[in-house]
């Protein structure tokens, strides 16, 4: 069960997608941003398979 949403890179402020497992309650990884390359850190935490918060972080 996956689910898109909606981010902006800390870095560069583009807007992103990304795809994220609504199978777990909550989760964080490090994702290489699509346009400047740099590493973000991804917190979402979602109940039922219902997105329920995202924070996007620069990974320094
Ligand atoms: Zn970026």
Do not use: F, H, N
């Not at 990884?29 to 935490?45: G, H, L």
């Amino acid at each position: 069960m996956q689910e898109e949403a909606l981010i902006t890179c800390p870095s560069c402020r583009e807007s992103l997608d990304v795809l994220l497992d609504m199978s777990v309650p909550a989760q964080d990884y490090i994702e290489d941003c699509q346009v400047c390359c740099r590493p973000m850190r991804i917190t979402y935490s979602s109940e039922d398979g219902v997105l329920t918060g995202i924070e996007v972080q620069q990974d320094t």
